[in-house]
Nanobody
Framework: QVQPVESGGGLVQAGGSLTLSCSVSGGTFVGDDMVAWYRQAPGKEREVIATITWDDGSRHYTDSMRGRFTIYRNYHENRAFLHMNGLKFEETANYYC?????????WGQGTQVTVSS
């Protein structure tokens, strides 16, 4: 089982940066696990930001997120991260980390990011 735990959310001014962290409760990311970051703003659907394959670190981004968001992992710390630059007011949302293993996805509780205008 891969139970993600997010941290690093908070209040940031528009144009600011923030780095979110994702670890695994009671376990580790291994091999072909895929880690993804999503976000869900109030009244909107959850949308994927980026994914990273744990073993080789290959990354994919939703086109609209490319450039200001960077997903990466620290293999030895067993953590995945999402670095966000140039945050906008409308990007206020709950940000979720998801871990997928053997086609089964597991979700964290999310971490709130609030961007002030």
């Amino acid at each position: 089982q891969v139970q993600p735990v997010e941290s690093g959310g908070g209040l940031v001014q528009a144009g600011g940066s923030l780095t979110l962290s994702c670890s695994v409760s009671g376990g580790t990311f291994v091999g072909d696990d895929m880690v993804a970051w999503y976000r869900q703003a109030p009244g909107k659907e959850r949308e994927v930001i980026a994914t990273i394959t744990w073993d080789d670190g290959s990354r994919h981004y939703t086109d609209s997120m490319r450039g200001r968001f960077t997903i990466y992992r620290n293999y030895h710390e067993n953590r995945a991260f999402l670095h966000m630059n140039g945050l906008k007011f409308e990007e206020t949302a709950n940000y979720y980390c998801s871990g997928k293993r053997d086609s089964v996805g597991y979700w964290g509780q999310g971490t709130q990011v609030t961007v002030s205008s």
